[in-house]
Every structure is written in structure tokens, then in C-alpha cells.
């Protein structure tokens, strides 16, 4: 067995009015159950509370502007991502804030968002398959796949919609810090994890291709 300390990586995660509360607590769920290894921040435009779509407010403790890049970037989706899109301030500071960080992810529509800043450029990615249609019309340069629960490509995580970001995490947490790590988190939060990338039944749902 290891004695190492395990690595310490810093979470920061973006949180906007309307974004979707399940894609940012899912995937903090099973990160918080390795608090050494992952250390989550809320970030928001403005410190103070931000509302969900659900209605529920988090409170974000740094500012887009003044917070220091991550290690690691989540980006939920929501409601809130129709108006981030068409919004150049906005999207410039994430683009700062986000392009130095090792890992940009997101989960549904944040996608949109990413690609959007730009964040997307040259990368494969996934998105919300309701909402594919028009998550997949942001950016300038993405090759977007709609048949994906996520998409991994390099340093771009992208996961289908809303639960899908869970998949996702598990799938990051056995890269980072191991198959065993990651099985350990979903058994204790009692999650049955789709470990196939590929699988995506919603693709098929909603009529979108391979």
C-alpha cells in the first residue's frame, strides 16, 4: 500500500443565475467524499448568493474576476446558460479565468457556455441531448458528438445532460486518483455508475445521430 499524501487539487466551480443544481451537486457529492484530494471553491461573476433554477441559492466565495485558475473547472448548465452565451463580458472573464487551468469541464449545457468563450475551440465535445440543437450552435470551432454520455478529449471533460454529470466525475476521479478511489466514492453515495462513455440512450430518444 501507497504512503504517499494523495494530490491535492483545487476545484473551482461556476455558478451563474438559473444554473442546474444537480449538475453541480452531483458531481461535488462525489468529490466532497475525497475532501484531501479535491478542494471545491464556488465562483461566481459577483461574490454573494446565486440562485438556481430550482430556486435554492449557494453562496459563491470568490469572484470570476478575482479568483485564481483552478486546477479544475466545472461548468453546470441551466437555464441561465441562454443568457451567458450572448454575453461578451461574461464569457471573456471565464476565457481568462478558466484557458490556464490543467482540466475545463463541464456538465449539460455548460458546454454551450464553454464553446461560447471559445473554451471549445479544436475540441470534441457533448451536450444536453434536449437542448444538442442549440447547445451545439455555440462556438466557432468544435466538433460536437451528439451519441456521448461524456466526451474526454485531452484537457476538455464534457458530459451529457443534468445526472450525466455524475458519470462523468466518477470517470474523472478514477483517471486522477484512481479505479479504486472512484468505486469507493460511488459506493458510498450508493451510485450505480455507467462507466461506457459511449452509452447514451437520450441520443437515441431525441433523434440524434451517432
Same mark, same amino acid.
Given at each position: 500500500?501507497?504512503?504517499?499524501?494523495?494530490?491535492?487539487?483545487?476545484?473551482?466551480?461556476?455558478?451563474?443565475?438559473?444554473?442546474?443544481?444537480?449538475?453541480?451537486?452531483?458531481?461535488? +457529492?462525489?468529490?466532497?467524499?475525497?475532501?484531501? +484530494?479535491?478542494?471545491?471553491?464556488?465562483?461566481?461573476? +459577483? %461574490?454573494?448568493?446565486?440562485?438556481?433554477? #430550482?430556486?435554492?441559492?449557494?453562496?459563491?466565495? #470568490?469572484?470570476?474576476?478575482?479568483?485564481?485558475?483552478?486546477?479544475? %473547472?466545472?461548468?453546470?448548465?441551466?437555464?441561465?446558460?441562454?443568457?451567458?452565451?450572448?454575453?461578451?463580458?461574461?464569457?471573456?472573464?471565464?476565457?481568462?479565468?478558466?484557458?490556464?487551468?490543467?482540466?475545463?469541464?463541464?456538465?449539460?449545457?455548460?458546454?454551450?457556455?464553454?464553446?461560447?468563450?471559445?473554451?471549445?475551440?479544436?475540441?470534441?465535445?457533448?451536450?444536453?441531448?434536449?437542448?444538442?440543437?442549440?447547445?451545439?450552435?455555440?462556438?466557432?470551432?468544435?466538433?460536437?458528438?451528439?451519441?456521448?454520455?461524456?466526451? +474526454?478529449?485531452?484537457?476538455?471533460?464534457?458530459?451529457?445532460?443534468?445526472?450525466?454529470?455524475?458519470?462523468?466525475?466518477?470517470?474523472?476521479?478514477? #483517471?486522477?486518483?484512481?479505479?479504486?478511489?472512484?468505486?469507493?466514492?460511488?459506493?458510498? %453515495?450508493?451510485?450505480? %455508475?455507467?462507466?461506457?462513455?459511449?452509452?447514451?440512450?437520450?441520443?437515441?430518444?431525441?433523434?440524434?445521430?451517432?
Amino acid at each position: 500500500m501507497s504512503t504517499e499524501a494523495p494530490t491535492s487539487r483545487s476545484v473551482g466551480i461556476l455558478l451563474f443565475d438559473g444554473f442546474e443544481l444537480l449538475d453541480v451537486f452531483g458531481p461535488v +457529492e462525489l468529490l466532497s467524499v475525497l475532501p484531501k +484530494e479535491y478542494r471545491i471553491t464556488y465562483i461566481a461573476p +459577483e %461574490v454573494g448568493p446565486i440562485r438556481s433554477s #430550482q430556486g435554492a441559492e449557494v453562496v459563491a466565495t #470568490q469572484s470570476l474576476s478575482a479568483a485564481p485558475s483552478p486546477d479544475i %473547472v466545472l461548468v453546470p448548465g441551466g437555464n441561465g446558460t441562454r443568457r451567458l452565451v450572448t454575453d461578451p463580458e461574461f464569457l471573456a472573464r471565464l476565457s481568462t479565468w478558466a484557458r490556464a487551468s490543467p482540466l475545463v469541464t463541464s456538465v449539460c449545457t455548460g458546454s454551450a457556455v464553454l464553446a461560447a468563450s471559445g473554451l471549445l475551440d479544436g475540441y470534441r465535445a457533448t451536450s444536453n441531448k434536449l437542448a444538442f440543437a442549440w447547445a451545439s450552435s455555440q462556438g466557432d470551432d468544435v466538433t460536437w458528438v451528439p451519441h456521448a454520455r461524456w466526451v +474526454e478529449d485531452r484537457d476538455r471533460w464534457t458530459s451529457s445532460g443534468v445526472a450525466a454529470g455524475m458519470d462523468m466525475t466518477a470517470a474523472l476521479i478514477a #483517471q486522477l486518483s484512481g479505479a479504486e478511489a472512484a468505486a469507493d466514492a460511488a459506493r458510498y %453515495v450508493e451510485l450505480e %455508475v455507467h462507466s461506457d462513455p459511449d452509452w447514451d440512450p437520450f441520443a437515441e430518444h431525441y433523434g440524434l445521430g451517432k
